[in-house]
């Protein structure tokens, strides 16, 4: 990942609630189609300059061939607020984050996140790699990728709520891993549209934790088809289970995983 600075000049006089609005538009616009990774991004003003510092999976992630539509007309209102195109510099590669994947095409790839991401969730099912969103070849939904950041979002709240030990654990629980949630659903429609684009095996992650024994979850079945799905040596530490059939991946309940 990496830190760009942006700088927004005026080149008339404008409203300074309108320009906050354009440029925040415009950001937003940007994270909804992969581009900038996080939520809140701090703007400093100093006179007629506008600047900020954003991550990005890439260095040439604000290439104008990535952006979509939205980001487009968000780049007009910023000209018609009365702002010039932002100056765009990269700071330096960021330490804290994960480097994306080497290979957007793998042989397989899995809608995967946790409490603790902010980058992308689709990974490359070689490496565990996030896969920058705007790198599919067509938009997801309606133009862009927000879709697939909504169904991220819903996951890490109800993935931070049952970290927490929240009174609604057990409901949560069910939306992380069983194949019958609404969750589930959302998640698994969206793992369709991303292999119909990229012609890619995209598999779903369900969560597991809590259980009756070690013996009980290692026979466990796959859920969807009922049949064998536990692997020889765990993938990344993480996936004991992966059913190619229902193109599911899972890991032994957490309280029982070494």
């Avoid at 100056?87 to 809608?111: G, H, M, R, Y």
């Amino acid at each position: 990942m990496f830190i760009k600075e942006l700088t927004f000049e005026c080149y008339k006089n404008t409203q300074y609630a309108s320009v906050e609005r354009a440029i925040n538009n415009y950001f937003d616009m940007l994270r909804y189609n992969g581009q900038i990774l996080g939520r809140e991004f701090p703007i400093a003003m100093l006179g007629a300059v506008f600047s900020t510092r954003l991550v990005c999976p890439e260095e040439n992630s604000l290439d104008e061939l990535f952006n979509s539509t939205q980001v487009k007309h968000a780049l007009n209102s910023l000209t018609e607020t009365g702002l010039l195109a932002p100056k765009i510099k990269t700071v330096a590669e960021d330490l804290n984050s994960l480097e994306c994947a080497p290979n957007f095409s793998p042989s397989w790839q899995v809608l995967y996140t946790t409490f603790l991401d902010t980058c992308s969730p689709l990974r490359c099912g070689e490496t565990l790699q996030p896969i920058p969103l705007y790198r599919t070849s067509e938009a997801i939904s309606n133009g862009d990728r927000k879709s697939v950041l909504k169904w991220q979002e819903e996951w890490i709240n109800c993935d931070e709520l049952q970290m927490n030990g929240s009174a609604v654990s057990t409901a949560i629980l069910k939306e992380m891993g069983d194949i019958d949630s609404k969750l589930y659903y959302r998640g698994s429609n969206l793992c369709k549209r991303i292999e119909a684009i990229t012609n890619v095996p995209t598999y779903y992650y369900l969560y597991r934790v809590a259980g009756i024994s070690l013996e009980d979850e290692q026979n466990r079945k796959c859920p969807s088809c009922g049949g064998d799905w536990q692997l020889k040596s765990p993938l990344f530490d993480i996936f004991d289970f992966k059913c190619d059939a229902c193109q599911l991946v899972s890991n032994l309940s957490w309280d029982f995983k070494k």
